[in-house]
């Protein structure tokens, strides 16, 4: 098979995680999809992995399965990297499923944690010179505040037997407990996910005390 068939099966395991989250009592995921490097693969693979995401992010916006009540939508990352039709389902997905309360999915979608800082910072310099905010006042919270994503990861879990981070809520993770698995994603199960739960209720966690 093609290098990147694995993808197709990785995109069909994500229902069966949706729902395992949801029994284990999963509040918020962040699925770790498309970074702004990936743009560098080869042009067939990126393409094939576009019409996946095409169809996926359609499945979404038209409610179907998990996606009528249970799971909210969240796309974060460089979106405006993706040709308009892509930014219009992923869109449409987040507005069809904004009032699902079940379980939040954050899709980093072109996302890298060093360009979600810079971008935050950016934004803060531009909001500095129309006198929005105070730069005397700038803290830790008024850059969470303008990064894509707002909330901390309690758990990261990386699995095909890579131990990196790869770019991943470099801001957000820096009290995240990390799992590194071997098994590759479309491989991964209820069971691994459990175990990687249980992992991290073993861990002490002092955020530096």
Not at 51 to 71: A, I, P, T
Not at 94 to 104: D, P, Q, R, S, Y
Not at 180 to 194: A, N, R, S
Request: include cysteine; hydrophobic fraction near 35%; charged fraction near 30%.
């Amino acid at each position: 098979m093609q290098l990147w068939k694995g993808h197709e099966f990785g995109a069909q395991k994500l229902d069966e995680l949706f729902g395992w989250c949801i029994g284990l009592g999963i509040k918020e995921l962040t699925l770790y999809c498309f970074s702004t490097e990936n743009f560098r693969r080869a042009k067939k693979e990126v393409e094939y992995l576009f019409n996946l995401f095409w169809k996926e992010f359609e499945k979404m916006k038209q409610g179907r399965g998990v996606f009528k009540d249970k799971v909210k939508v969240n796309v974060i990352g460089r979106i405006s990297m993706f040709s308009r039709k892509m930014q219009e389902s992923m869109l449409e997905a987040m507005k069809t499923t904004k009032k699902n309360k079940a379980l939040l999915v954050n899709f980093a979608m072109a996302y890298g944690g060093r360009q979600e800082i810079t971008d935050a910072v950016n934004k803060i310099i531009k909001d500095i010179k129309s006198n929005k905010i105070n730069s005397k006042k700038i803290n830790e919270n008024t850059i969470t505040n303008y990064l894509y994503l707002k909330s901390e990861p309690d758990l990261v879990i990386r699995s095909g037997g890579e131990i990196r981070t790869s770019n991943f809520l470099t801001w957000q993770s820096v009290y995240s407990e990390f799992v590194f698995i071997d098994k590759l994603w479309p491989e991964f199960t209820k069971k691994d996910l459990i175990k990687c739960i249980e992992e991290f209720n073993k861990r002490e966690r002092r955020f530096g005390k």
